[in-house]
């Protein structure tokens, strides 16, 4: 069945850098890939998505690219703030459902 | 407009039991999904729910189980609950049964098996 990897599992970056998760999927007939963010003690949240038609797509502060040939996709997030900490998940379409990432905590260091 | 709604928020129960988890959508939602949620291993898929019929489901043991009412609030229920059912079980609703409609979480409900 399908599988999404993402790394890395936890992310330290200094506040004002970039910060970038990668992803890899195994179905080849994946078409929608989004990004969806978690804060403690609530659910996640779709900050940007993907088609397979399109190789990149930004939204302010945060970029999602695709590889269809490699079958990875990654989320940036340019001058991360303190609110940016959060859980990062990434999904694949597959079969009717989203396959999901385990996760990267992102943490922005003052 | 009001978000989606779980309830419990926490629930403790002991191996054996049954335990039933409550979802109400987002006001004209007629999609919901249930998740499992462990730390280290994301979200997995349960099951959808649209229009009270099941559209999907994941690879969960009969065990698991759901329905969906006319007003489409949803329910799950696990029975003979075992000490690896303790999860956060989040609720999605979505407009439509199509993956690439934005789906809205709920604040999940902790589940504890003793």
């Known amino acids: 069945g399908e599988n999404v990897e993402q790394h890395p599992s936890t992310l330290s970056v200094q506040e004002g850098d970039s910060a970038v998760i990668k992803c890899t999927y195994s179905d080849s007939a994946s078409n929608y890939f989004p990004w969806y963010k978690q804060e403690l003690g609530k659910g996640p949240q779709l900050i940007i998505d993907i088609r397979s038609n399109v190789g990149e797509k930004k939204d302010q502060r945060i970029a999602v690219t695709l590889n269809k040939t490699a079958k990875h996709f990654s989320l940036h997030i340019t001058e991360t703030q303190p609110e940016d900490s959060a859980v990062y998940f990434c999904?694949?379409?597959?079969?009717?459902?989203?396959?999901w990432g385990a996760g990267t905590k992102l943490i922005i260091k003052p | 407009k009001a978000g989606v709604t779980q309830t419990p928020r926490y629930l403790i129960k002991t191996r054996g039991q049954q335990v039933t988890l409550s979802c109400s959508p987002i006001?004209?939602?007629?999609?919901v999904s249930w998740y499992q949620q462990t730390p280290g291993q994301g979200l997995q898929f349960l099951f959808e729910?649209?229009?009270?019929?099941?559209?999907n489901k994941g690879n969960f043991p009969g065990r698991f189980s759901g329905r969906q009412f006319s007003n489409s609030r949803s329910e799950m229920n696990v029975s003979t609950l075992e000490l690896g059912d303790s999860a956060l079980y989040l609720c999605?609703?979505?407009?439509?049964?199509?993956?690439?409609?934005?789906?809205?979480f709920g604040p999940g409900t902790r589940l504890t098996v003793t």
């Open positions: 999605a609703s979505s407009l439509r049964s199509d993956l690439s409609y934005e789906q809205y």
């Open positions: 006001s004209g939602h007629r999609s």
């Open positions: 729910y649209f229009s009270e019929t099941q559209r």
């Open positions: 999904a694949a379409s597959s079969n009717y459902q989203l396959i």
